[in-house]
């Protein structure tokens, strides 16, 4: 036996899908039911234990055996439940787990089972009345008999004919992991990948320390005090639910006679100075704007997914992302942390620890915006280690520069000078400093650098705070304009991606751009291999002709299939030079924020977390800030001449400094 491929079906009252899988096997009634496999890819196989079956001693030596390796789709699932229904201490060794779920999505394939069967055209699929069997058999069920409402769970024996159907599922899950499995293996996978892969799992199964009593006290106190805000809303207003949106449109159009469009965020920056002259109109969504916050419910996220140890675990998804291959956050949503900007945040978290609410308003009128701001806080380091917090400086300006040879901005970044201030010197022809001389057009250049990288014009601009700084739209055109001037190698960059991208599609020959990367049509993907050795890949790719659209005559356009980030549904997606110029960078920044967890982990330092291009490291007293600085600044063989460095600050619980 070399490959054992595994698909099971448990049983817990823990909630899955709020709390994750780790807080799902700390339940009491946690247990497998179902346990189907194939071995080396032979038809698969299910073993009923919930009616008393027991695994074959082959198959239980094999789960433990270093030399066979184990397959799943979502393989975290199966390792850890496994783990916990053998009784051992701590969860298996991830080295001996390969995912296929994970190896999916190093194609630009879905992430659910289901899907990612019918995207591929199997013979075979995911049984549809998978769901509902999973509802009746593990799951706890709301029974309501003479009014009143209990739990029940039900066993084989509840439904015999349901639960023979739901051991076909179990074996079919197999034979469906297995059938895509033959497909996504053809991937050659670099060995720093399939080792961050471990890394990644170890991270997760460390998870990170609670602050309880601040995210406990967080919590009501962001409970009570919206309370207060609705009693306040409904007296100055007379509404009955001052929540809903179609109830406030009705209210203020009535008190103002203006008409009220929409309530999203942006829209409600421009009506409340409309509203100057309302002052309760004004009042009332002032209250809205607060009863709306919806960050803080990452406190209550906190307290589903927190384990018995007092940590969160399974915050990251690796490869998440689609095409870049970057991590994903869950459960938290790391990924979107508020930023925090109190100058007190420890006299802030002092009060929310002591528990007064009161008290706590005395002290702070915007009381939502400062709960906020201390939910990095909730994550602290263990008794007896501190947080080392590092990240890149400007990553993406400078794999970017790196990847176009764009000199001048390598140059800047190799002496140490402010990116912002160089570009803004560059497009402008004039000396510009951070605190001096002409300081007023480093911003210009720190919205240039941030919204103009990858081929985006005026829009990408505002996007990145153009608007913010009060830019007409000739300014901003002129702005872009200037930076691509500034920037020639980066814009020629663009076209040549496109170019290769289309000519790979056409031809099918590799075509070889800036850097060595390789773009290539293998298996109808796109397939564009990074420096790293690791592919992205981009699935049923094909050029398509545009007409004429009134400023560019018929042009070829490219085309494949994904995920769409706005319907969620799988379909076309359209890309262009700018677009796959994006992934390309943002896919090497990962690769190499991935090289530095690999050498954390070669150095003992203990990564909890890690957001964007920032890891967060728990270290014992006689691990430095230098150590893991000194992580940032190694040079890694695959990206000679790029100017990397981190910094970072120690801090007892996390924050953005």
Partial sequence: MKELGIDIETYSSNDLTTGGVYKYIEAEDFTILLFAYSID??????????????????????????????TAFNATFERLCISKYLGMDKPMD??????????????????????CGEVLKLEDRKMSEGKALIRYFSCPNKVKKQ????????HPESDPEKWAT????????????????KKVRRLEVPKFDEDLYVADQEINDRGVLVDQVLVNNAARFDAEYKDELLAQAKELTGMENPNSPAQLKIYLNKVTGLSIESLNKKDMEDLDQQLMFWPRAQKMLKLRKEMAKTSNKKYNAIQECMCKDGRVHGLLQFCGAARTG???????????????????????????????????EMNYSNVTQVLSELIRTAFIAKPGCIFHVC??????????????????????????????????????????????????LRPKGKVAVLGLGYGGGVAALEAMGGAKLGLTQDEEKSIVKMWRNSNPHIVKLWENVEKAAISAIQTGNTVVVNRGIEISKKWGMLCIKLPSGRTICYPRAEVGVEKDDGWRSDHPIIEYEGLDQITKKWGKIRTYGGKLTENIIQAIARDILGTVILRA????????????????????????LENVEALFSEPIEWCPGLPLKGAGYSTPYYLKD
């Fill in 94 to 115: 991830p080295a001996q787990w390969k995912c296929t779920m994970v190896r999916a999505a190093r194609m630009g394939l879905p992430l659910s089972l289901a899907q």
């Fill in 326 to 360: 970057r991590w994903a956050g869950r459960l938290v949503q790391l990924q979107n942390l508020p930023q925090n900007h109190l100058t007190d945040l420890d006299y802030a978290r002092y009060l929310v620890k002591q528990g007064d609410l009161d008290e706590f």
């Fill in 147 to 154: 009014g009143m409402v209990r739990m029940i769970r039900h």
């Fill in 166 to 181: 739901f051991v076909r599922y179990n074996i079919r899950d197999v034979d469906v992991e297995q059938a895509i499995l």
């Fill in 41 to 70: 890819g032979a038809p698969a196989k299910c073993v009923q234990l919930a009616c008393g079956e027991e695994l074959p001693p082959e198959i239980r030596a094999a789960l433990t055996d270093p030399e066979v390796t184990k």
């Fill in 601 to 624: 982990k070669s150095k003992d330092l203990n990564v909890v977390f890690h957001i964007h291009d920032e890891i967060i490291v728990e270290a014992s007293k006689d691990q430095t």
């Fill in 391 to 440: 990240d890149f400086s400007a990553i993406e300006a400078r794999v970017i520069a790196w990847v176009a040879g764009e000199r001048w901005v390598i140059d800047a970044f190799k002496h140490g000078k402010d990116i912002y201030c160089e570009t803004a010197s560059k497009m402008f022809n004039c000396k510009v400093e951070k605190h001096g001389e002409n300081a007023d």
